[in-house]
């Protein structure tokens, strides 16, 4: 076949599947113009127009007009009412799809008409709301498929025939037995009720009521009346019910409250909690009465008389009763709640009893009561005084608080805390702060000068905390300790200190003192030797200013382990200071701190370089003479004229006196020399002392 009789054969084909089709197609392309319809959709809007955008409005919706195409290439379906141009509404459901070509993608649209479906449904929620106002079922069958609308609308058979034509098959297997029973009845004309359930292929399980009722006509002959209504929400809601009943039983029987059922004054039903907690066997309260149960809960008749008015007038009670006599004046026994209450406020026929057992609960109130009256003792005999603040005004203080401040408590209620400030510019400046301690820390702590009800001033360290973080409005609670005469001999303590360290800074002799964090004081003479200030050493190490020596003993760090307190060590060691001077010291290092305070040394330094320079000049001078004595050719000996000991020689001397060197010196003359030279230089050292 040539290609354009095959597209025109194609053509052809699918025009006469447009024609035939039950439903409006609709085909146009990118540019909106439509190129296929049919007369389905002719017969709806009339002439169809050439481009997409004269259609009517809510069509156009559904067609998704000026819409891009449906993702992944799939279908989209829309539902939803068309008005057309002469004013006639449709329920019509839209699918369209995309298809590709050449400049962009063709839209091909199936049109159906729902207003038949819509009438049909229609027509069977009219017959079923019919069917179930006049509770008569109607069934059809069908011999090419069986039962059709009967079922599926909520209804069943209503004659002898329609009901032997349900097959076997339809019915659940658990009614199997009731559907054979009514069969019989049918075949043998014998009266019968029988309800049973089948499942329907559409509406799924109903229950069906057949009622067969044999009777006798006129002559003798016999008849047979059958009814059947579809009674599936009444089996339902009986099912339900029971289920519910089961749950609610359960729920009772799990239920750690003891509840009863009453009826005209007498217990109809109660779970075994009810009659544990009331000490009684399973089924020993049934039957008790209201007054009986109020009595056994341990009330005394005067409590059943108030039970009863309470019920009367309000429609509930509640009480807390105990189980056991009280004896020695304290209940030790188990405690209940006793809770009545009248289903209806306007009968008194039927009331629900509650008991809920609060042993625990009563031990726990004695517990927090215990608490409550120990706090109490420990509010009003503390010595610290306490004050409750709510709003910028104090709502309960304490005896201590009336004693520190010289205002009675009845004063202090009510009073704005702002008056204990030593004054209102202190308390403006204060507050802030305190308010950002509470916010971040929960509490502020500071110490501060408080007035006291006669004016003076007393120094106290104040403490405000939170009284509850989750509620700001329960306020803070205040505390105030009396440290005016702590304060009193801490300022003559730091005064003494100053004093003393003013006589420190007067000494010539350096004094560092070094903790675990390094130094925390030097005096002046310390400061002028580092050359720098004591900002500028403050927490360094005194290594600091240590040579380079790895020996060097400010690099010790065992003296804390080495000394115990007021123990010293000395030792001389050269210096760099800050200035670059380096000098030698005599330093002695001194433990004047353990324990409480910490580790902490005293280093005293004396700075002897002048000294040191003038040694090591003499020691240059004698190391020059001893030059000089030794290459001159003369026998020379230098003595400690008092002593007459040879402090230096030579070794011509030594060759004139014929000894060794170290046989001499340091030796007196009479134990190198014979008695006359030893005579002859005497009167020579006398003479020349002269």
Request: glycine fraction near 8%; charged fraction near 25%.
């Amino acid at each position: 076949m040539a290609p354009q009789q095959a597209s025109a054969s194609s053509d052809a084909e699918l025009r006469a599947w447009l024609a035939i089709s039950p439903a409006g197609v609709l085909g146009w392309a990118e540019s909106g113009l439509i190129d296929r319809s049919n007369e389905v959709l002719a017969q709806w809007l009339g002439p169809v127009p050439r481009i997409v955008d004269a259609l009517p409005e809510g069509l156009r919706s559904l067609l998704g007009v000026g819409e891009g195409p449906p993702l992944g290439g799939g279908t989209r379906e829309r539902s939803g009412w068309v008005i057309l141009l002469d004013g006639r509404r449709f329920h019509m459901r839209v699918r369209v799809r995309a298809v590709p070509q050449e400049g962009g993608h063709r839209r091909l649209a199936v049109i159906e008409d729902r207003s038949v479906e819509d009438e049909r449904d229609l027509a069977r929620m009219e017959m079923g709301a019919l069917m179930d106002s006049a509770e008569v079922g109607v069934a059809t069958f069908d011999t090419a498929h069986g039962w059709l609308d009967g079922i599926a609308s909520g209804t069943g058979p209503s004659a002898r025939g329609g009901l032997q034509r349900i097959s076997r098959e339809v019915v659940e297997p658990a009614s199997l037995p009731a559907y054979e029973r009514l069969q019989q009845a049918l075949r043998h004309g014998e009266r019968a009720e029988v309800r049973y359930a089948v499942r329907h292929p559409e509406a799924g399980r109903r229950w069906l009521l057949t009622r067969v009722e044999p009777g006798a006509l006129s002559e003798g002959r016999a008849a047979l009346s059958v009814v059947t209504r579809d009674v599936t929400e009444q089996e339902l809601a009986e099912r339900r019910n029971e289920r519910l009943l089961r749950e609610l039983q359960t729920i009772l029987d799990a239920s750690a409250a003891g509840i009863g059922f009453f009826r005209s004054g007498r217990l109809v039903r109660c779970n075994r909690r009810f009659e544990s907690l009331l000490g009684l066997p399973a089924g020993g309260a049934d039957g008790v009465t209201l007054d009986a149960l109020i009595t056994a809960s341990g009330a005394s008749p005067d409590v059943v008389s108030q039970a009863r008015q309470m019920l009367q007038t309000h429609g509930s009670f509640e009480a807390d009763l105990p189980l056991s006599d009280r004896s020695g004046g304290a209940q030790t026994g188990p405690w209940i709640s006793l809770s009545l209450r009248l289903t209806r406020p306007d009968d008194d026929l039927e009331t629900v009893a509650v008991i809920t057992d609060i042993t625990t609960l009563k031990q726990q109130q004695a517990a927090v009561e215990a608490l409550a009256r120990e706090r109490e003792l420990m509010f009003d005999l503390s010595d610290v005084g306490i004050a409750y603040e709510r709003a910028g005004r104090i709502s309960r203080a304490n005896q201590a608080m009336a004693h520190l401040t010289m205002i009675s408590r009845d004063e202090l209620q009510s009073m704005p805390i702002a008056r204990l400030y030593e004054s209102a510019d202190v308390h403006a400046q204060l507050q802030p702060q305190e308010q950002r301690d509470l916010q971040r820390l929960g509490r502020s702590h500071n110490e501060r000068r408080m007035r006291r009800g006669d004016g003076t001033l007393l120094w106290v360290q104040a403490t405000q905390r939170i009284a509850d973080p989750a509620d700001p409005a329960a306020g803070t609670i205040w505390s105030f300790v009396d440290v005016d005469e702590r304060r009193r001999a801490r300022e003559a303590l730091v005064l003494q200190a100053d004093r003393t360290r003013a006589i420190l800074d007067s000494v010539l002799v350096g004094l560092v003192t070094v903790g675990d964090s390094g130094i925390e004081w030097m005096n002046r003479s310390a400061r002028r030797m580092f050359g720098g200030e004591l900002a500028d050493f403050v927490g360094e190490s005194i290594a600091t200013v240590a040579t380079s020596e790895i020996a060097h003993p400010l690099r010790r760090t065992d003296f804390g382990l080495s000394l115990e307190d007021g123990q010293s060590e000395a030792f001389e060691c050269r210096l760099i200071a800050r200035d670059g001077r380096r000098f030698w010291v005599a330093a002695n290092v001194v433990a004047t701190g353990r324990e409480q305070q910490g580790r902490q040394l005293t280093f005293a330094l004396m700075d002897i370089d002048r000294r040191r320079q003038a040694e090591l000049n003499v020691a240059q001078a004698r190391a020059s003479m001893q030059r000089i004595i030794e290459t001159a050719p003369l026998a020379i000996a230098l003595f400690d004229a008092p002593t007459r000991t040879v402090l230096q020689l030579n070794q011509t001397m030594a060759a004139f006196a014929g000894l060794p060197v170290n046989r001499i010196d340091g030796q007196p003359l009479e134990a190198w020399l014979d008695a006359d030279t030893v005579h002859t230089l005497s009167a020579n050292f006398e003479h020349a002392l002269k």
